[in-house]
């Protein structure tokens, strides 16, 4: 028999609370994240400094509600982000979301089954956040060319990560601190393959779940996902040296995006300097001239632009502006305005409102007339952008882009590449790995430290800070080893497979309030005591633990890349609750079984 548990200490009673009150106020989502991460760190602050822990002064208390702010997991997220930045602004990985894309096209449902089972192969063998960085851009690349919102598929690929990298002993950090410290209690070394099978087991029923229910369960709440689907019309000049001379419509329609149309049809073969109406929304737009190698600015002043942004080492940036009622474009057309002469920036396209079509907005050459309201698609550097918008009376919309450098984007993949080989192979740490990779990315100019605030989610930083003060009290309070006590009291009248998911769910717990560091610290000794009381093989216990470390799906403060894809998909709490918590008791059911089944408890 178990001997009875004691009453828990005023520590870890109050550690739950705060627990317990922390989960409800995210999922309940009435204050904002931020609030409730910034109230949290201040009430263990307070109570930590009024009440300190045993052998504690105030001001030890309060390091560790700060501690977050400074700590290595905060550093390394910060600076993925910004290496995630890089390869954006550079269009590094646009190869690779142009190849997924062409699956994508063939069938959404397609294309992201092929993207799930690449990410769960990858992160068999990488650790999972470095694969969840080098696919985060191109799924957000993925988005904007067509494919299912980023919403959508973003968790559903972090979860595929998270299982993949659960297969093998080097697929996380966690998995290794599990199998140490199983070591260290007396257990044989585990090889990196050794529990493989039940994982790819239990991945294939989770499978159809990610791939069918979880983008369902998510709504398109990407930013600016109303603003994508304005489109603009403009004349498109076929140059000498393009793909379509020769060519009829037909052979050209598969390579172009689905939101990129011919409104003029051509008679026969495309010519050269023919100049044909399109339509398109801002990234078709720019996917489909890419693809047609056409021209709807003049040659002249696009290369003009690039240039001087190059040597004046700014970014050349695509706003929308708003023609009003007091502008001198009024009742012109582009061809007519000047605006390339005068200001040196290029329209790209002109976007009317509905309303405005049926008022003849074309002249007797095709081009279009400019009216109130319409809006046009800008390129340009910022002064000459602002100067036009000064000058001509234009309101510039908030969300303007910049151009991609691609004369980094070479540079820009070495160095991403670089640092998660360097943190795969296990020469550096991830945190340190991570860290002198956004350092170079800033020397070489691939990221610009003026910009870094772009890159960087102030949401995610202190819900960071917030979970690992949360998992310090947690641990440190004693509240983590009195639940596993009362844990092991109880099992010993249950059957071995309810064992196994009990400690299953209760280390998932762990993970998902704490941290996966805290859960297979505090985890791993209790089921292999919990083994040895209980008359059971001590590995499949253990390796219930270790697959409970990596069921972190309901929470974003459950593992760093969960709050690595909130700010890219726009997430809330609830959004990870609502998928998250079928996902971890599908795949606790699964793998006690499967567990049950091999070692034939």
């Given amino acids: 028999m178990i001997a009875p548990v004691e009453a828990p200490s005023f520590h870890a009673v109050a550690a739950m609370a705060v627990t317990v009150a922390v989960f409800v106020a995210f999922a309940r989502g009435r204050i904002a994240t931020e609030i409730v991460s910034l109230l949290t760190i201040a009430v263990i602050a307070l109570g930590l400094y009024f009440f300190p822990l045993p052998g504690q002064g105030p001001t030890e208390g309060l390091d560790l509600a700060f501690s977050g702010f400074g700590h290595y997991a905060l550093i390394t997220i910060c600076s993925l982000m910004i290496m995630g930045r890089g390869l954006v ?57 067509g494919a299912m919102p980023a919403s959508k598929t973003l968790i559903p690929l972090n979860a595929a990560v998270l299982i993949g990298g659960m297969a093998t002993t080097i697929g996380t950090s966690t998995n290794l601190l599990v199998v140490s410290i199983a070591r260290d209690l007396g257990m044989p070394q585990m090889s990196v393959f050794h529990f493989t099978p039940i994982v790819l087991a239990a991945a294939v029923v989770a499978l159809p779940y990610l791939w069918l229910v979880m983008p369902r369960l998510l709504g398109d709440n990407s930013p600016g996902a109303a603003q994508a689907q304005r489109r603009f019309v403009a004349r498109m000049r076929v140059p000498a040296g393009s793909d379509l001379v020769g060519k009829r419509m037909e052979e050209v329609a ?112 095709g081009d279009i007339r400019l009216a109130e309201g319409d809006v046009l698609l800008v390129m340009g550097l910022p002064d000459g952008l ?73 949401k995610v930083i202190v819900l960071v800070a917030a979970s690992i003060a949360i998992g310090r009290i947690i641990l ?63 590995e499949p216990l253990i390796l219930a633990v270790l697959f409970g470390c990596n069921l972190c799906y309901a929470t974003p403060i459950a593992y760093q890349t969960n709050m690595l894809i909130m700010a890219e998909g726009s997430y809330e709490f609830r959004d990870y609750l609502r998928t998250g918590v079928p996902l971890v008791l599908l795949m606790v059911a699964t793998l006690s079984y499967l567990l049950v089944t091999s070692y034939g408890m």
């Avoid at 056409?294 to 690039?306: E, F, H, K, L, M």
């Avoid at 510039?396 to 691609?406: A, I, S, V």
């Avoid at 998660?420 to 790995?433: C, K, M, R, T, Y």
């Fill in 254 to 365: 598969g390579s172009l995006p689905e939101d990129f149309a011919f409104d003029q049809q051509p008679g026969g073969a495309f010519q050269p300097g023919q100049r044909l109406r399109i339509s398109a929304t801002h990234d078709a737009l720019e996917e489909g001239l890419r693809v047609l190698k056409g021209q709807v600015a003049p040659g002249w002043v696009v290369d003009r632009i690039r240039r001087l942004g190059a040597a004046q080492g700014e970014d050349v940036q695509v706003v929308e502006m708003v023609v009003t009622a007091d502008s001198r474009l009024v009742g012109r057309t582009l061809a007519t305005s000047g605006i390339a002469d005068h200001y040196g920036v290029a329209v790209l396209g002109v976007h009317k409102p509905q309303k405005l079509m049926h008022n003849r907005p074309f002249d007797e050459r």
């Fill in 476 to 538: 440190e309070s004693g509240a983590a080893g009195w639940l596993g006590e009362v844990m092991a009291s109880g099992l010993q009248y249950l059957p071995p497979a309810a064992v196994l998911a009990v400690i299953m769910l209760f280390v998932t717990v762990l993970t998902n309030f704490a941290s996966n560091a805290t859960a297979a610290t505090v985890g791993t000794p209790i089921a292999f005591s919990i083994a040895g009381q209980l008359g059971l093989p001590a």
């Fill in 89 to 145: 602004v550079t269009g590094a990985l646009d190869p690779a979301s142009r190849v997924l894309a062409r699956v994508w096209r063939i069938n959404k449902q397609l294309g992201l089954l092929v993207s799930l089972l690449i990410a769960m192969a990858l992160s068999m063998i990488v650790n999972d956040t470095p694969v969840l960085v080098l696919l985060l851009p191109i799924f957000v690349a993925l988005a904007q060319r």
């Fill in 386 to 458: 602002a100067e036009f918008a000064g000058h001509d009376s234009l309101l510039q919309l908030e969300g303007g882009r910049l151009m991609p450098r691609r004369s980094k984007a070479v540079l820009a993949a070495a160095i991403m590449f670089g640092s998660v080989a360097l943190a795969s192979i296990g020469f550096l740490p991830i945190a340190i790995a991570a860290l002198g990779g956004a350092i170079v990315m800033f020397v070489t100019g691939c990221v610009k430290f003026d910009r870094v605030g772009r890159a960087l989610s102030a």
